[in-house]
Protein backbone atom coordinates (compact mmCIF):
# COMPACT_ATOMS: atom_id res chain seq x y z
CA UNK A 1 0.00 0.00 0.00
CA UNK A 2 2.80 2.58 1.10
CA UNK A 3 6.01 0.52 0.06
CA UNK A 4 6.15 2.09 -3.50
CA UNK A 5 6.10 5.72 -1.23
CA UNK A 6 9.96 6.71 -0.04
CA UNK A 7 9.72 7.53 3.58
CA UNK A 8 10.64 10.50 4.95
CA UNK A 9 11.65 11.65 8.68
CA UNK A 10 14.85 11.87 11.26
CA UNK A 11 16.53 9.50 12.60
CA UNK A 12 17.74 10.47 16.65
CA UNK A 13 20.26 9.45 18.95
CA UNK A 14 19.75 10.34 22.68
CA UNK A 15 22.71 10.22 24.57
CA UNK A 16 22.42 10.83 27.91
CA UNK A 17 25.64 11.47 30.48
CA UNK A 18 25.29 12.06 33.92
CA UNK A 19 28.06 15.19 34.20
CA UNK A 20 27.85 16.57 37.47
CA UNK A 21 25.75 16.52 41.09
CA UNK A 22 23.80 19.37 39.78
CA UNK A 23 23.95 22.44 36.95
CA UNK A 24 24.05 26.40 37.33
CA UNK A 25 21.36 26.80 33.95
CA UNK A 26 21.63 30.67 34.72
CA UNK A 27 25.75 30.41 34.27
CA UNK A 28 25.09 27.88 31.60
CA UNK A 29 22.89 30.07 29.76
CA UNK A 30 25.26 33.57 29.97
CA UNK A 31 28.23 31.47 29.17
CA UNK A 32 26.42 30.42 25.99
CA UNK A 33 24.97 33.86 25.42
CA UNK A 34 21.15 32.13 24.94
CA UNK A 35 18.60 33.19 26.83
CA UNK A 36 16.31 31.19 29.41
CA UNK A 37 13.14 28.95 27.36
CA UNK A 38 9.50 30.79 28.16
CA UNK A 39 8.06 27.24 28.02
CA UNK A 40 9.00 23.64 27.64
CA UNK A 41 7.87 21.64 26.20
CA UNK A 42 5.74 23.19 23.43
CA UNK A 43 2.74 20.60 23.45
CA UNK A 44 0.87 20.48 20.24
CA UNK A 45 -2.06 19.46 21.92
CA UNK A 46 -3.88 21.30 24.50
CA UNK A 47 -2.40 21.56 27.74
CA UNK A 48 -2.67 23.61 30.07
CA UNK A 49 0.03 27.04 30.93
CA UNK A 50 1.32 25.32 34.45
CA UNK A 51 1.95 21.96 32.45
CA UNK A 52 5.77 22.72 31.53
CA UNK A 53 9.41 21.80 32.98
CA UNK A 54 9.76 23.96 36.60
CA UNK A 55 13.22 25.12 35.06
CA UNK A 56 13.23 23.89 31.08
CA UNK A 57 16.65 22.32 30.28
CA UNK A 58 19.17 25.08 28.33
CA UNK A 59 19.73 24.12 24.86
CA UNK A 60 23.25 24.20 22.68
CA UNK A 61 22.73 23.85 18.96
CA UNK A 62 25.57 22.59 17.70
CA UNK A 63 24.94 21.59 13.73
CA UNK A 64 27.27 19.35 11.57
CA UNK A 65 29.42 17.02 13.27
CA UNK A 66 30.03 14.65 10.20
CA UNK A 67 28.37 11.94 8.75
CA UNK A 68 27.29 8.60 9.54
CA UNK A 69 27.78 6.10 6.74
CA UNK A 70 27.92 8.95 3.72
CA UNK A 71 24.68 10.82 5.51
CA UNK A 72 25.18 14.37 6.97
CA UNK A 73 24.42 14.34 11.19
CA UNK A 74 23.09 17.53 12.95
CA UNK A 75 23.91 17.27 16.78
CA UNK A 76 22.81 19.49 19.99
CA UNK A 77 22.86 19.36 23.70
CA UNK A 78 20.26 20.09 26.47
CA UNK A 79 21.56 20.45 30.29
CA UNK A 80 19.50 19.76 32.68
CA UNK A 81 19.20 21.40 36.41
CA UNK A 82 19.87 18.16 37.78
CA UNK A 83 23.08 16.97 36.16
CA UNK A 84 22.24 15.54 32.77
CA UNK A 85 23.55 16.74 29.49
CA UNK A 86 21.50 15.04 26.49
CA UNK A 87 23.50 14.56 23.19
CA UNK A 88 21.22 14.29 20.35
CA UNK A 89 22.68 13.05 17.42
CA UNK A 90 20.25 13.71 13.79
CA UNK A 91 20.26 12.07 10.65
CA UNK A 92 17.80 12.34 7.76
CA UNK A 93 15.62 9.62 6.20
CA UNK A 94 14.41 9.25 2.40
CA UNK A 95 14.77 5.77 1.87
CA UNK A 96 12.07 2.43 1.68
CA UNK A 97 11.01 0.44 4.83
CA UNK A 98 13.97 -2.39 4.49
CA UNK A 99 16.56 0.25 4.71
CA UNK A 100 14.49 1.78 7.49
CA UNK A 101 14.51 -1.83 9.18
CA UNK A 102 18.39 -1.94 8.25
CA UNK A 103 19.35 1.89 9.58
CA UNK A 104 17.39 1.09 12.49
CA UNK A 105 18.72 -1.66 13.97
CA UNK A 106 22.33 -0.04 12.96
CA UNK A 107 21.51 3.12 15.12
CA UNK A 108 20.58 1.02 18.26
CA UNK A 109 23.39 -1.07 18.24
CA UNK A 110 26.19 1.24 17.25
CA UNK A 111 29.06 2.20 20.10
CA UNK A 112 30.30 4.70 17.81
CA UNK A 113 27.33 7.55 18.30
CA UNK A 114 27.81 7.36 21.97
CA UNK A 115 31.69 7.79 21.13
CA UNK A 116 31.25 10.86 19.10
CA UNK A 117 28.72 12.46 21.40
CA UNK A 118 31.27 11.71 24.41
CA UNK A 119 33.73 13.73 22.78
CA UNK A 120 31.46 16.22 21.93
CA UNK A 121 30.42 17.19 25.41
CA UNK A 122 33.53 16.91 27.06
CA UNK A 123 34.74 19.59 24.10
CA UNK A 124 31.93 22.02 24.92
CA UNK A 125 32.07 21.32 28.89
CA UNK A 126 35.63 22.73 28.31
CA UNK A 127 34.19 26.20 28.21
CA UNK A 128 30.88 25.08 30.50
CA UNK A 129 32.72 23.88 33.47
CA UNK A 130 32.32 26.88 35.78
CA UNK A 131 28.19 26.45 35.74
CA UNK A 132 28.99 22.34 36.90
CA UNK A 133 28.48 21.83 40.51
CA UNK A 134 30.08 18.75 41.87
CA UNK A 135 31.36 17.08 38.26
CA UNK A 136 30.89 13.54 38.31
CA UNK A 137 34.26 11.75 37.29
CA UNK A 138 33.12 8.86 35.77
CA UNK A 139 30.15 9.37 33.85
CA UNK A 140 26.94 6.67 33.49
CA UNK A 141 25.24 7.27 30.15
CA UNK A 142 22.14 5.97 29.24
CA UNK A 143 20.86 5.76 25.02
CA UNK A 144 17.79 5.79 23.73
CA UNK A 145 16.70 6.43 19.82
CA UNK A 146 13.67 7.74 18.36
CA UNK A 147 12.40 6.85 14.50
CA UNK A 148 10.11 9.45 13.21
CA UNK A 149 8.21 9.18 10.13
CA UNK A 150 5.98 11.81 8.51
CA UNK A 151 2.87 11.12 7.58
CA UNK A 152 2.21 8.53 4.34
CA UNK A 153 -0.06 9.52 1.67
CA UNK A 154 -1.46 6.43 0.33
CA UNK A 155 -4.34 7.12 -2.72
CA UNK A 156 -4.46 10.89 -2.39
CA UNK A 157 -5.25 9.97 1.65
CA UNK A 158 -2.88 10.10 4.66
CA UNK A 159 -2.59 6.71 5.99
CA UNK A 160 -4.11 6.48 9.49
CA UNK A 161 -2.11 4.70 12.28
CA UNK A 162 -4.53 1.97 12.42
CA UNK A 163 -3.54 1.18 8.71
CA UNK A 164 -0.01 1.16 9.14
CA UNK A 165 -0.15 -0.91 12.42
CA UNK A 166 -1.71 -3.72 10.21
CA UNK A 167 0.70 -3.37 6.85
CA UNK A 168 3.87 -2.50 8.30
CA UNK A 169 3.16 -3.39 12.80
CA UNK A 170 6.26 -6.27 12.50
CA UNK A 171 8.65 -3.82 10.77
CA UNK A 172 7.54 -1.46 13.32
CA UNK A 173 8.75 -3.47 15.88
CA UNK A 174 11.66 -4.58 14.37
CA UNK A 175 12.90 -1.31 14.40
CA UNK A 176 11.92 -0.28 18.05
CA UNK A 177 13.84 -3.62 19.46
CA UNK A 178 16.39 -3.23 17.53
CA UNK A 179 16.55 -6.19 16.18
CA UNK A 180 17.84 -7.55 12.61
CA UNK A 181 15.81 -10.47 12.56
CA UNK A 182 11.27 -10.28 12.41
CA UNK A 183 9.69 -10.88 15.86
CA UNK A 184 7.50 -13.78 17.02
CA UNK A 185 3.52 -13.14 16.69
CA UNK A 186 3.69 -12.93 20.60
CA UNK A 187 6.49 -10.56 20.36
CA UNK A 188 4.65 -7.96 17.84
CA UNK A 189 1.51 -8.06 19.77
CA UNK A 190 3.54 -7.50 23.46
CA UNK A 191 5.81 -4.69 21.68
CA UNK A 192 2.59 -2.89 19.38
CA UNK A 193 0.42 -3.33 22.41
CA UNK A 194 2.21 -0.20 24.28
CA UNK A 195 1.47 2.36 21.17
CA UNK A 196 -0.79 5.38 21.35
CA UNK A 197 -2.41 7.90 19.41
CA UNK A 198 -4.22 11.65 19.46
CA UNK A 199 -5.15 11.90 15.98
CA UNK A 200 -6.62 9.29 13.41
CA UNK A 201 -3.12 9.84 11.59
CA UNK A 202 -0.53 10.20 14.30
CA UNK A 203 1.31 6.81 15.93
CA UNK A 204 3.40 6.55 19.02
CA UNK A 205 5.31 3.00 19.57
CA UNK A 206 7.39 2.61 22.60
CA UNK A 207 9.81 0.30 23.80
CA UNK A 208 13.04 -0.08 26.54
CA UNK A 209 15.50 0.73 23.15
CA UNK A 210 13.51 3.56 21.19
CA UNK A 211 10.68 4.74 20.06
CA UNK A 212 8.48 4.79 16.58
CA UNK A 213 6.85 8.33 16.17
CA UNK A 214 4.20 8.48 13.12
CA UNK A 215 3.95 12.11 12.97
CA UNK A 216 5.25 15.56 11.70
CA UNK A 217 8.76 16.80 12.59
CA UNK A 218 6.92 19.31 14.19
CA UNK A 219 3.73 17.52 15.70
CA UNK A 220 6.43 14.89 17.12
CA UNK A 221 8.76 17.30 18.82
CA UNK A 222 7.05 17.56 21.99
CA UNK A 223 6.34 13.47 22.13
CA UNK A 224 10.74 13.20 21.56
CA UNK A 225 11.20 15.70 24.48
CA UNK A 226 9.48 13.68 27.11
CA UNK A 227 10.97 10.84 25.57
CA UNK A 228 14.26 12.00 26.56
CA UNK A 229 13.04 13.67 29.79
CA UNK A 230 11.66 9.98 31.12
CA UNK A 231 15.53 8.60 29.77
CA UNK A 232 16.91 11.72 32.14
CA UNK A 233 15.00 10.45 34.68
CA UNK A 234 16.30 6.61 34.27
CA UNK A 235 19.97 7.72 34.39
CA UNK A 236 19.64 9.95 37.06
CA UNK A 237 17.53 6.92 39.53
CA UNK A 238 20.25 4.94 38.01
CA UNK A 239 23.30 7.14 39.43
CA UNK A 240 21.18 7.34 42.80
CA UNK A 241 20.91 3.59 43.04
CA UNK A 242 24.69 3.31 42.88
CA UNK A 243 25.54 5.92 45.03
CA UNK A 244 23.08 4.22 47.56
CA UNK A 245 24.60 0.64 47.13
CA UNK A 246 27.79 1.74 47.80
CA UNK A 247 27.13 3.55 51.10
CA UNK A 248 24.88 1.18 52.40
CA UNK A 249 27.63 -1.56 51.57
CA UNK A 250 30.11 0.72 53.73
CA UNK A 251 27.75 0.88 56.86
CA UNK A 252 27.36 -2.41 56.57
CA UNK A 253 30.89 -3.57 56.53
CA UNK A 254 31.57 -1.00 59.63
CA UNK A 255 28.42 -2.61 61.78
CA UNK A 256 30.36 -5.60 61.46
CA UNK A 257 33.07 -4.80 63.24
CA UNK A 258 33.85 -5.97 66.55
CA UNK A 259 31.36 -4.07 68.99
CA UNK A 260 33.91 -2.80 71.38
CA UNK A 261 32.81 0.80 72.74
CA UNK A 262 35.02 3.02 70.94
CA UNK A 263 33.36 2.01 67.67
CA UNK A 264 30.02 1.92 69.70
CA UNK A 265 30.48 6.09 70.02
CA UNK A 266 31.64 6.54 66.87
CA UNK A 267 27.96 5.22 65.33
CA UNK A 268 26.38 8.46 65.85
CA UNK A 269 29.46 9.67 63.38
CA UNK A 270 28.60 7.41 60.98
CA UNK A 271 25.05 7.40 61.18
CA UNK A 272 24.81 11.25 60.73
CA UNK A 273 26.72 11.40 57.64
CA UNK A 274 24.38 8.34 56.41
CA UNK A 275 21.18 10.60 57.24
CA UNK A 276 22.57 13.56 55.65
CA UNK A 277 23.24 11.34 52.39
CA UNK A 278 19.90 10.09 52.89
CA UNK A 279 18.53 13.43 52.57
CA UNK A 280 20.69 15.05 49.81
CA UNK A 281 19.51 12.28 47.68
CA UNK A 282 15.99 12.23 48.52
CA UNK A 283 16.23 15.66 47.75
CA UNK A 284 17.91 15.27 44.35
CA UNK A 285 15.45 12.26 43.44
CA UNK A 286 12.24 14.38 43.88
CA UNK A 287 13.89 17.20 42.22
CA UNK A 288 14.42 15.21 39.21
CA UNK A 289 10.77 13.48 39.43
CA UNK A 290 8.96 16.65 39.51
CA UNK A 291 10.68 18.55 37.13
CA UNK A 292 7.86 18.38 35.07
CA UNK A 293 4.43 19.13 35.93
CA UNK A 294 1.37 16.79 34.21
CA UNK A 295 -2.35 16.69 34.73
CA UNK A 296 -3.33 12.63 35.14
CA UNK A 297 -5.58 12.51 32.16
CA UNK A 298 -4.18 14.78 29.49
CA UNK A 299 -2.66 12.56 26.63
CA UNK A 300 1.33 13.51 27.44
CA UNK A 301 0.95 12.50 31.01
CA UNK A 302 -0.02 9.25 29.56
CA UNK A 303 2.63 9.22 26.63
CA UNK A 304 5.12 9.91 29.84
CA UNK A 305 3.95 7.23 32.30
CA UNK A 306 3.53 4.78 28.90
CA UNK A 307 7.33 5.54 28.36
CA UNK A 308 8.43 5.51 31.82
CA UNK A 309 7.09 2.26 32.10
CA UNK A 310 8.41 0.58 29.19
CA UNK A 311 12.05 2.00 29.54
CA UNK A 312 12.40 1.30 32.94
CA UNK A 313 11.95 5.04 34.93
CA UNK A 314 9.86 3.05 37.30
CA UNK A 315 11.62 0.17 38.59
CA UNK A 316 14.90 2.00 38.98
CA UNK A 317 12.45 4.88 40.94
CA UNK A 318 11.14 1.58 43.63
CA UNK A 319 15.19 0.57 44.03
CA UNK A 320 16.01 3.94 44.41
CA UNK A 321 12.60 4.39 47.41
CA UNK A 322 13.40 0.94 48.61
CA UNK A 323 17.41 1.95 49.42
CA UNK A 324 16.31 5.09 50.74
CA UNK A 325 13.81 3.37 53.42
CA UNK A 326 16.95 0.83 54.42
CA UNK A 327 19.32 3.66 54.88
CA UNK A 328 16.53 5.24 56.91
CA UNK A 329 15.95 2.21 58.97
CA UNK A 330 19.99 2.31 59.72
CA UNK A 331 20.02 5.45 60.63
CA UNK A 332 17.03 4.68 62.97
CA UNK A 333 18.80 1.19 64.42
CA UNK A 334 22.75 2.95 64.73
CA UNK A 335 20.91 6.16 66.57
CA UNK A 336 19.43 3.77 68.90
CA UNK A 337 22.77 1.73 69.56
CA UNK A 338 24.52 4.35 70.48
CA UNK A 339 21.71 5.81 72.66
CA UNK A 340 21.80 2.67 74.24
CA UNK A 341 25.97 2.69 74.43
CA UNK A 342 25.72 6.50 75.75
CA UNK A 343 22.77 4.99 78.48
CA UNK A 344 25.62 2.67 79.32
CA UNK A 345 28.36 4.51 79.67
CA UNK A 346 26.42 7.65 81.49
CA UNK A 347 25.21 4.57 84.26
CA UNK A 348 28.62 3.25 84.48
CA UNK A 349 29.86 6.62 85.56
CA UNK A 350 26.93 7.10 88.16
CA UNK A 351 28.33 3.84 89.57
CA UNK A 352 31.77 4.44 89.73
CA UNK A 353 31.40 7.79 91.26
CA UNK A 354 28.40 6.11 94.13
CA UNK A 355 31.79 3.80 94.66
CA UNK A 356 34.19 6.52 95.18
CA UNK A 357 31.69 7.75 97.42
CA UNK A 358 31.70 5.01 99.77
CA UNK A 359 35.21 4.74 99.96
CA UNK A 360 35.69 7.88 100.81
CA UNK A 361 32.69 7.85 103.45
CA UNK A 362 34.27 4.56 104.62
CA UNK A 363 37.81 5.59 104.94
CA UNK A 364 36.66 8.77 107.20
CA UNK A 365 35.12 6.68 109.22
CA UNK A 366 38.26 4.54 110.12
Not at 243 to 253: C, E, G, I, Q, S
Request: with cysteine; charged share 25%.
Amino acid sequence: MADGNALTGTVRALLLFDIAEELDLGHLNRLLGTSPSKREPAFRHPAPEYVRYERPPVGDVIGPCGTYEGQPLTARIRYFDYGVASVEMQMGVNSGWEDLLRLGTRWVSSPELERRAGELLRERLALLRPALKKPTDGWITEDYYVIQINPITANGAVLTAEQLLASHGSGIAQIVRGEEAPLSAAEQQEVLRSNMSYYPTDLLVVAWAAAFVYDTEFGASPTIDLLEYANTQLLEFRYYDEVLTRVLADVYRRLENKRTLWPQWRLARHAEELNTIRLDYRELAERTDNAIKFISDMFYARAYRLAAARIGVNDYRNLVTDKLATARDLYDSMMNEFHQGRAFVLELMVVIILMIEIVFLFRGKV
